[in-house]
């Protein structure tokens, strides 16, 4: 139990160090000032509206993970999944470096309705990896929109399909008990990242991002940065982000401050629409208190 609660320790210390240390590159590669003069002149009233716009792409998120609940079967009402989905975020961007908001999901639902740990995982790993399907999708057709010169670019559009083929076998050979959610789910998931590709472009609007054309290679790195971010070696994605803003703006020709200022202020959106969670982790119990008694899991089912 030490030698556990040391290594989890010496990781968060890592994802701390690692991150402080990409922030330090990104200060030496360009002018900090820069940064914080388009952050300072950005329209606060687009900056609200991407606010508003990326919320809702979090309820929407909460439908589909609720969605793969039913195939458990778990029967929440979404009011009790939205609030469980809420302390989730809030965990998981606040409370990196120990029991994340997917773990306390699983923890409560096998605490209070005898869910079996192996399926609720499942179903928030599928509900991730939808995601995932679909952000690569978007990448490939922002891909023939962008000026950037690759191998067999014109042959791409073939390589479409390929994430939701993959997806879908991976569903069923691996997770069968939510094969049959394949497409609501991923419609699903291409709303929530479209209306977050939406809350990026209000940010772009907010900074004064004047050349629409551009506005392809922003959301290119946009969706890029989002799939480094989800990689567990900084806390919380934080540097991560950025870095993939800087060295992307460079090959893409773009402007560096704005692009990271995009991160950072898409960063701030994030928390701050993940922060109304603390009220659920007051009494997180009372989320699925209403259902411990008369809606256990039936392992049978």
Request: charged share 10%; proline share 3%.
């Amino acid at each position: 139990m030490q030698k556990k609660k040391l290594f989890k320790t010496l990781k968060l210390i890592a994802k701390i160090v690692l991150s402080a240390a990409i922030l330090w590159y990104i200060s030496s590669k360009i002018d900090v000032a820069e940064i914080g003069k388009a952050i300072s002149r950005a329209n606060i009233w687009w900056l609200l509206l991407a606010l508003l716009v990326y919320s809702i792409s979090q309820v929407a998120a909460s439908f589909r993970l609720n969605t793969l609940f039913r195939f458990i079967p778990i029967r929440i009402s979404q009011v009790s999944n939205l609030k469980l989905y809420w302390l989730g975020l809030f965990y998981n961007l606040f409370l990196p470096g120990g029991v994340g908001g997917d773990g306390f999901k699983v923890y409560l639902l096998n605490h209070y309705l005898k869910v079996p740990v192996k399926r609720s995982l499942g179903a928030i790993f599928a509900d991730r990896l939808s995601g995932l399907t679909i952000i690569v999708t978007y990448l490939l057709i922002l891909l023939h929109l962008i000026d950037l010169a690759i191998p067999y670019k014109t042959w791409m559009w073939l390589a479409i399909p390929i994430p939701l083929l993959v997806f879908f076998f991976f569903l069923k050979w691996v997770l069968p008990l939510f094969q049959r959610a394949f497409s609501t789910i991923a419609l699903w998931s291409l709303l929530v990242q479209g209306i977050q590709m939406l809350a990026a472009v209000c940010i772009l609007y907010g900074l004064g991002v004047a050349d629409s054309a551009n506005y392809d290679d922003y959301l290119f790195l946009f969706f890029i940065s989002a799939i480094m971010a989800s990689v567990p070696v900084t806390l919380g994605g934080i540097g991560a982000r950025e870095f993939t803003f800087l060295m992307g703006a460079q090959y893409l020709n773009l402007q560096q401050d704005l692009a990271v200022a995009l991160s950072l202020l898409f960063f701030l959106i994030s928390a701050l629409s993940a922060f109304p969670g603390i009220w659920f982790s007051v009494k997180p119990r009372e989320i699925l208190n209403h259902y411990h008694d008369h809606q256990k899991f039936n392992a049978s089912s």
